[in-house]
């Protein structure tokens, strides 16, 4: 069965520190992975998403970014640190096929506190 | 472009009530897919329902109840009997083919005993 690992779960980091969140998933292969963030609002933000090694798109302009080293390991950075960073930050995974937009499936999360 | 609409920002019941959760949504695609999430205070999202534009079959499991109206773009959750294991953060998505689905803002559901 498949699964998706975040760490750390909950992290405390000052401004102007660097960030690195990373994502796993087991079970798959080739799948579209994704970076939300959720702030205080609830909402969900789409940060980033993946469709291959290498491959990142960017849908909010930002001091984050994103990578993928690895087919199913997806790495969300930060050089410097906002404190408007702070959030929970959730992975994802799906599998498009023939063109049909199927579930997603989440990761616990992370809780980011920058002060 | 592809919207969600969750007017409800939250809901109150007491428990055993019946509650219904809202999503309207605005889409070009012919073809598509609802989703509803559910999220606890743990925070991990957690999948309820997926239902194509083509199927408008209302769909039951246990105390959950979710209808479909095309006609009004609208996909709504009905918990019947509500517990306090039910409160949590709801939301409503849309995905139209692409690897983006279209979250609502979500409902926040606070179930009394």
């Known amino acids: 069965s498949q699964t998706i690992h975040q760490w750390p779960a909950t992290l405390v980091q000052p401004v102007g520190s660097p960030l690195s969140l990373e994502c796993t998933v087991e079970?798959?292969?080739?799948?579209?992975l994704y970076w939300y963030r959720q702030a205080a609002g609830r909402g969900l933000q789409l940060l980033f998403y993946?469709?291959?090694?290498?491959?990142i798109s960017s849908e909010v302009p930002q001091n984050l970014s994103a990578s993928r080293p690895q087919d199913r390991q997806f790495i969300l950075s930060s050089k410097k640190l906002l404190l408007s960073d702070s959030g929970f930050y959730l992975c994802?995974?799906?599998?498009?096929?023939?063109?049909?937009?199927?579930?997603?499936?989440f990761g616990p999360g992370t809780r980011l506190t920058v002060l | 472009a592809q919207k969600v609409t969750q007017a409800q920002t939250e809901i109150s019941v007491v428990e055993k009530e019946d509650v219904t959760l809202d999503c309207v949504y605005e889409?070009?695609?012919?073809?598509?897919?609802l989703f509803w999430y559910k999220q606890p205070p743990s925070g991990e999202l957690v999948f309820l329902i997926r239902?194509?534009?083509?199927?408008?079959q209302n769909e039951i499991s246990g105390r959950y109840s979710w209808n479909f109206q095309k006609s009004t773009s609208s996909f709504n959750f009905t918990i019947t009997a509500s517990q306090v294991v039910d409160s949590a953060v709801y939301f409503c998505?849309?995905?139209?083919?692409?690897?983006?689905?279209?979250f609502g803002r979500g409902t926040s559901l606070i179930v009394h005993p």
């Open positions: 079970g798959t292969s080739n799948p579209n």
């Open positions: 239902r194509n534009s083509f199927d408008e």
């Open positions: 993946s469709v291959g090694i290498g491959q």
């Open positions: 889409t070009r695609d012919t073809t598509y897919y």
């Open positions: 998505a849309l995905g139209g083919g692409s690897y983006i689905p279209t």
């Open positions: 994802a995974w799906s599998v498009l096929s023939s063109g049909r937009s199927l579930k997603q499936f």
